[in-house]
């Protein structure tokens, strides 16, 4: 799927180069997305570190990378401007244990009901959203307070870095992959900017990442029913959007590697990560697919690339922070847009006139409300709409097939009888015009829930009214026993009837 992804052994040295490369990328990103949320550059680094060194070390996809991220940075802005940065620490905390729950109740698993078109979408989206935030740093605050487009030589050296670097990525691993290509851009450029003394701004310029290491606090929050009130909405929002990009990058890390992740051990990492981020005092996180792919085209494969990162992002907090702020930032969005190029899905214009208009509709849908909205309002509308559309299609399956034995009618069944399916199930038969007897064949067909139930028991219904005899053969033990109007109709069989359960909540 793509393209810049490397097949290397993995090992401690791939790792560790990697997670610094990650490490670099980590800064600017978490610092921007606390700015979104409206909290100190800080609280969005410590949740990097935090985040990223829990889910490295008990997380059940080995080579992603979690921190602070967009997604969840949007849905808090709003918390942290009516009630303040401590109900977010509160927030945060019950989101890790919502996050715990979903894995100890294995509903990772559920991940996997995610159709391809979706996957697709949320891939394209996110690559999409991953560019339009490098734009900003494309933008200057005039001497009024406003932002403005840069312009002029400003521009063409911004530009020109961000082509170095980008070109470095690319033909590097031609030649040597002795070090991430990555890597090597950033530390190239940062040289190039720094001896040539070349005009461009810097990660400083953007922020301080200077601090201490994080300390243990209970969020400052009355323990209250109120409190409560107000961050389990929001918890629910966090926990779930979490876990849904979260189980989607590791379902694309599977694919790229060829392995394996463990979804429910996931989702129990990030639930730690986030309840030990809110105590020391970070705006939670959850995958970030920039920084994973980041990290896997730099060959990083084992917890200790997630590791590296999550401590070398400390080290910079503590210790050098004044050479990380030194990073022109035209090498990190080159490296961004780097990623951008690789984990959009081109295949996307090449396959689209050749899947069905459906599936090319949910792919176009989901990447478009990933960008409008956020992650998990376009999984859901994506999940949604495919589920109509494959109900629609299945209802339309259905069919009879009739014959005559003797005096009475045979009708046999082929296709589900579900929700979606039930008025063409209902007007495939005639009690008005039909012989007395009358014989309707289930070996053939399915009923998949309590309204495959109704219509067969509204069937029943209009037999009995007409006066016909109505005999129902081949349903299943559970069918017999939900049936109401049509429990005396149905037949003992000399054929093994089928088994199988129905989808359904009613026992009478």
Same mark, same amino acid.
């Given at each position: 799927?793509?393209?810049?992804?490397?097949?290397?052994?993995?090992?401690?040295?791939?790792?560790?180069?990697?997670?610094?490369?990650?490490?670099?990328?980590?800064?600017?990103?978490?610092?921007?997305?606390?700015?979104?949320?409206?909290?100190?550059?800080?609280?969005?680094?410590?949740?990097?570190?935090?985040?990223?060194?829990?889910?490295?070390?008990?997380?059940?996809?080995?080579?992603?990378?979690?921190?602070?991220?967009?997604?969840?940075?949007?849905?808090?802005?709003?918390?942290?401007?009516?009630?303040?940065?401590?109900?977010?620490?509160?927030?945060?905390? $019950?989101?890790? /244990?919502?996050?715990? &729950? @979903?894995?100890?109740?294995? +509903?990772? #698993? =559920?991940? !996997?009901?995610? %159709?391809?078109?979706?996957?697709?979408?949320?891939?394209?989206?996110?690559?999409?959203?991953?560019?339009?935030?490098?734009?900003?740093?494309?933008?200057?605050?005039?001497?009024?307070?406003?932002?403005?487009?840069?312009?002029?030589?400003?521009?063409?050296?911004? $530009?020109?870095? /961000?082509?170095?670097? &980008? @070109?470095?990525?690319?033909? +590097?691993? #031609? =030649?040597? !992959?002795?070090? %991430?290509?990555?890597?090597?851009?950033?530390?190239?450029?940062?040289?190039?900017?720094?001896?040539?003394?070349?005009?461009?701004?810097?990660?400083?310029?953007?922020?301080?990442?200077?601090?201490?290491?994080?300390?243990?606090?209970?969020?400052?929050?009355?323990?209250?029913?109120?409190?409560?009130?107000?961050?389990?909405?929001?918890?629910?929002?966090?926990?779930?959007?979490?876990?849904?990009?979260?189980?989607?990058?590791?379902?694309?890390?599977?694919?790229?590697?060829?392995?394996?992740?463990?979804?429910?051990?996931?989702?129990?990492?990030?639930?730690?990560?986030?309840?030990?981020?809110?105590?020391?005092?970070?705006?939670?996180?959850?995958?970030?697919?920039?920084?994973?792919?980041?990290?896997?085209?730099?060959?990083?494969?084992?917890?200790?690339?997630?590791?590296?990162?999550?401590?070398?992002?400390?080290?910079?907090?503590?210790?050098?922070?004044?050479?990380?702020?030194?990073?022109?930032?035209?090498?990190?969005?080159?490296?961004?847009?780097?990623?951008?190029?690789?984990?959009?899905?081109?295949?996307?214009?090449?396959?689209?006139?050749?899947?069905?208009?459906?599936?090319?509709?949910?792919?176009?849908?989901?990447?478009?409300?990933?960008?409008?909205?956020?992650?998990?309002?376009?999984?859901?509308?994506?999940?949604?709409?495919?589920?109509?559309?494959?109900?629609?299609?299945?209802?339309?399956?259905?069919?009879?097939?009739?014959?005559?034995?003797?005096?009475?009618?045979?009708?046999?069944?082929?296709?589900?009888?579900?929700?979606?399916?039930?008025?063409?199930?209902?007007?495939?038969?005639?009690?008005?015009?039909?012989?007395?007897?009358?014989?309707?064949?289930?070996?053939?067909?399915?009923?998949?829930?309590?309204?495959?139930?109704?219509?067969?028991?509204?069937?029943?219904?209009?037999?009995?009214?007409?006066?016909?005899?109505?005999?129902?053969?081949?349903?299943?033990?559970?069918?017999?026993?939900?049936?109401?109007?049509?429990?005396?109709?149905?037949?003992?069989?000399?054929?093994?009837?089928?088994?199988?359960?129905?989808?359904?909540?009613?026992?009478?």
């Amino acid at each position: 799927m793509f393209q810049l992804a490397v097949k290397t052994t993995r090992n401690l040295k791939s790792d560790v180069l990697s997670g610094l490369t990650v490490a670099l990328a980590l800064v600017p990103e978490a610092v921007a997305f606390a700015f979104v949320a409206g909290v100190e550059p800080l609280v969005g680094l410590y949740a990097a570190f935090m985040v990223g060194l829990i889910t490295a070390c008990i997380g059940g996809r080995p080579g992603m990378i979690s921190g602070a991220t967009g997604a969840l940075a949007v849905v808090m802005v709003s918390l942290v401007a009516d009630h303040g940065v401590q109900y977010l620490f509160a927030t945060v905390i $019950l989101m890790g /244990i919502l996050q715990i &729950m @979903a894995g100890v109740l294995r +509903l990772g #698993k =559920f991940i !996997r009901m995610v %159709p391809h078109p979706v996957m697709l979408g949320f891939v394209n989206g996110l690559a999409i959203v991953i560019f339009l935030a490098q734009l900003s740093q494309f933008k200057f605050v005039d001497g009024q307070g406003n932002l403005q487009w840069m312009s002029g030589s400003s521009l063409y050296i911004l $530009l020109g870095l /961000i082509a170095l670097t &980008m @070109a470095i990525i690319h033909f +590097l691993p #031609k =030649f040597t !992959r002795a070090i %991430p290509s990555s890597l090597a851009a950033i530390l190239f450029v940062s040289l190039l900017v720094a001896f040539a003394g070349l005009d461009t701004k810097t990660v400083g310029e953007v922020a301080s990442i200077a601090g201490g290491l994080p300390s243990f606090s209970i969020p400052s929050v009355p323990l209250n029913l109120e409190t409560l009130i107000i961050i389990f909405p929001y918890a629910i929002i966090l926990a779930a959007i979490g876990l849904i990009e979260s189980l989607l990058t590791l379902t694309l890390i599977d694919e790229i590697t060829n392995t394996r992740g463990r979804g429910n051990k996931e989702c129990i990492g990030q639930g730690a990560a986030n309840i030990a981020t809110g105590f020391f005092g970070g705006m939670g996180g959850c995958a970030m697919i920039g920084q994973s792919m980041i990290n896997i085209n730099s060959g990083g494969r084992g917890r200790a690339s997630g590791i590296t990162a999550a401590l070398c992002l400390l080290a910079f907090i503590l210790f050098t922070s004044s050479l990380i702020e030194q990073i022109p930032i035209a090498a990190l969005v080159g490296v961004m847009f780097m990623v951008v190029f690789g984990t959009f899905e081109w295949s996307s214009f090449r396959i689209i006139r050749k899947i069905p208009k459906a599936d090319a509709f949910v792919l176009v849908l989901v990447s478009g409300v990933t960008v409008a909205t956020d992650l998990a309002i376009a999984v859901v509308v994506g999940v949604i709409v495919s589920a109509l559309v494959f109900a629609w299609q299945h209802a339309k399956h259905i069919r009879v097939v009739t014959s005559q034995e003797g005096e009475s009618k045979i009708y046999r069944l082929h296709g589900p009888i579900f929700f979606g399916s039930v008025n063409n199930f209902l007007g495939l038969f005639d009690p008005k015009n039909d012989p007395d007897d009358v014989v309707i064949e289930f070996q053939y067909s399915r009923v998949s829930d309590h309204s495959g139930l109704e219509a067969i028991d509204t069937l029943a219904e209009r037999y009995i009214a007409a006066g016909k005899t109505l005999h129902l053969r081949h349903l299943s033990p559970e069918c017999r026993q939900l049936l109401r109007k049509a429990g005396d109709l149905v037949e003992v069989n000399v054929i093994e009837d089928p088994k199988y359960r129905v989808a359904t909540d009613s026992l009478a």
